[in-house]
C-alpha cells in the first residue's frame, strides 16, 4: 500500500514538472512571438533593400512576390521573385535562388535585377563553401561578390559570363574555382531568365499569398 | 553564507574545477562556435544564463524531488530553459541566433550543466546554487571566448568580428584588423585548429598550476631555512 502511494505520488511529480515546463516554454513562445516574427521579416528586408535599393521602390515588397517553377532554376529548392514597384510601375526584381551543386552544398543567393535587366546586387544568404577559401563570396569576406553589380547581359557579352579560367571575365579565387564557378553560372542563368519572363514576373499573381514565413 | 564559501566556489568555477579546462565537459559546443570570439561570447553567455537558471530551480526543489525521478526531471528544467532561452535570442538577437544555430538548443546536451545540477545545486541552498551556476558560467565562457580570439587572429586576423550580432550596429566599429592583407591560417578556422588550440590552453593552465604549486611549497620552507637561530 505504502509503496503504492509512493509509486503514485513520484509520477505525479514528474507530472507536474512536465506540465510546468511545457506551461514555461508555451508562455515564452506566446510572450516572444511577434518579436521573432518582426526579426524574420525585419532581416529578409535588409538583405532585399541591400540588392534593391530602397529609394528606387515603393511598395512592401517582401508581400509582393511569386513563386518559380522553372527549369533554369532547382527544382530541388524554391526560387522566390520579389517585386519592386514605384507608383504601381515594376522597376526592378529580387531573386532568392538556390544553386545546390556547391563544393559544400547548397548556395542561397539573392539576386536583385533592375527593370532594364542590369544588375542592382547580388548577396550570398548561405553556403558552407571552405572558410578562407571559397567563402570569399561573402560581403564581408571579400570584395568580389560587390564585382557584379551594374553588370548585366551584354556586359559582359554573354560568352564572357564566367569565370576566367573558362575564358570569361570574372576572377576565381585561389585555391577554389567550383565556388566562384557556380555563382557567376547561377547569375548569368537569372538575368537570362529575366530577360525572357520579365512580363510574365512582373504580371504574374501571387499564388503563395497567406502561406506563412518560415 | 559565507563570504569564503564564495570566494571558493567562484575559484572552483574560474580556474580551479573549470567546466572547459578540468571537467573537460561540454566540449563539443565548445570546439564546434569558437571560430570567433563574439560567436564563443554568444554561447558562453546562453550557456551561463541557462546554468544559473537551472541550478537555483533545481536547489529550489530539491527537498520535493526523490532520488528515482531527480535526472528525468533536471532534464526537464534544463530542456525548459534552454528552449526558452532560444525563443528569447530568436526574437531579440536574430543574427547571433541564426549563427549560433544548432548550438543553442545543443545547450541541454552540455553536461557540464546537468553534471552542476547532480553534484552541486541538488545538495545546496539556493544563493549557492546560483553562484555557483555564475561561476561555472563565467568559467566556460572565459575559455569559450580565450579560444575564439586565439583561432579568430590566428585564422582571419581580426578580433570582434561579428560584434554587431551581440550589441547591436552601434558595434560594427569594435572590430579590430590586425593586418589588412593577412591571407588566414585556415587551419585554426577548421575544426583540427578547435582540438589545437583547446590542447594549447590545457597545456598553459597546467603549466601555470605546477608553477603555483612549487612557488607554495618554496615559501613553505622559506621560513624555515632562515631562522634567526640557524645562522648562529
Redesign the interface.
Known amino acids: 500500500m505504502n509503496m503504492k502511494r509512493q509509486v503514485l505520488s513520484t509520477t505525479l511529480i514528474l507530472g507536474l514538472f512536465g506540465l510546468a515546463g511545457a506551461g514555461l516554454v508555451a508562455t515564452v513562445e506566446w510572450l516572444t512571438r511577434d518579436a521573432r516574427e518582426a526579426s524574420i521579416v525585419a532581416a529578409r528586408l535588409k538583405n532585399l533593400h541591400i540588392v534593391i535599393p530602397p529609394q528606387i521602390h515603393d511598395n512592401d515588397i517582401l508581400a509582393d512576390r511569386i513563386v518559380i517553377d522553372d527549369p533554369a532554376f532547382s527544382p530541388r529548392f524554391k526560387t522566390i521573385v520579389y517585386r519592386a514597384r514605384k507608383n504601381g510601375r515594376p522597376v526592378a526584381a529580387a531573386f532568392e535562388t538556390t544553386a545546390p551543386e556547391g563544393y559544400a552544398g547548397p548556395i542561397r543567393l539573392l539576386i536583385g535585377v533592375d527593370i532594364d535587366g542590369r544588375l542592382t546586387g547580388v548577396r550570398v544568404l548561405e553556403h558552407r563553401e571552405t572558410p578562407g577559401l571559397g567563402d570569399g563570396i561573402e560581403a564581408d569576406r571579400s570584395d568580389w561578390i560587390f564585382g557584379f553589380t551594374g553588370k548585366s547581359i551584354g556586359n559582359p557579352p554573354l560568352s564572357r559570363w564566367a569565370v576566367k579560367k573558362d575564358g570569361g571575365d570574372f576572377d576565381q579565387f585561389t585555391g577554389a574555382t567550383i565556388t566562384p564557378r557556380l555563382v557567376v553560372n547561377t547569375v548569368k542563368k537569372t538575368l537570362l531568365y529575366f530577360d525572357t519572363h520579365k512580363d510574365y514576373i512582373f504580371s504574374a499573381e501571387q499564388p503563395d499569398h497567406g502561406e506563412r514565413d518560415s | 553564507m559565507a563570504s569564503a564559501t564564495v570566494r571558493h566556489l567562484i575559484k572552483e568555477g574560474l580556474w580551479k574545477n573549470n567546466p572547459g579546462l578540468v571537467q573537460l565537459l561540454g566540449l563539443c559546443p565548445l570546439l564546434a562556435v569558437t ?1 570567433t570570439t563574439v560567436n564563443g561570447l554568444g554561447l558562453g553567455i546562453a550557456t551561463t544564463l541557462t546554468l544559473i537558471i537551472s541550478n537555483t530551480i533545481v536547489s529550489l ?1 530539491r527537498n ?3 532520488s ?2 531527480r535526472i ?2 533536471y532534464v ?2 534544463i ?2 530553459t534552454v ?2 532561452i532560444e ?2 535570442l ?3 538577437f ?2 547571433l541566433y ?1 549563427t549560433l544555430g544548432i548550438f543553442i538548443p545543443l545547450i541541454v546536451t552540455n553536461c557540464a550543466i546537468i553534471g552542476r545540477a547532480e553534484a552541486f545545486a541538488s545538495k545546496n541552498t539556493i544563493p549557492l546554487a546560483f553562484i555557483d551556476g555564475l561561476a561555472m558560467g563565467a568559467g566556460f565562457t572565459a575559455v569559450l571566448v580565450v579560444l575564439g580570439t586565439m583561432r579568430e587572429v590566428l ?1 582571419r586576423g581580426t578580433i570582434f ?1 561579428g560584434a554587431h550580432m551581440l550589441f547591436g550596429d552601434a558595434a560594427r566599429d569594435l572590430q579590430i584588423t590586425l593586418s589588412g592583407d593577412y ?2 591560417f ?1 587551419v585554426a ?2 575544426p583540427p585548429g578547435a582540438f589545437l588550440g583547446l590542447g594549447l590552453l590545457l597545456a598553459i593552465k597546467n603549466i601555470i598550476d605546477k608553477r603555483m604549486e612549487k612557488r607554495a611549497s618554496t615559501v613553505r620552507e622559506f621560513p624555515v631555512t632562515f631562522h634567526p637561530a640557524a645562522g648562529k
Open positions: 571560430a526543489i520535493v524531488v526523490t528515482a525521478i528525468p526531471v526537464l528544467v530542456a525548459s528552449t526558452a525563443l528569447i530568436g526574437a531579440w536574430y543574427d541564426k585564422g568580428s591571407s588566414g585556415l578556422i577548421l
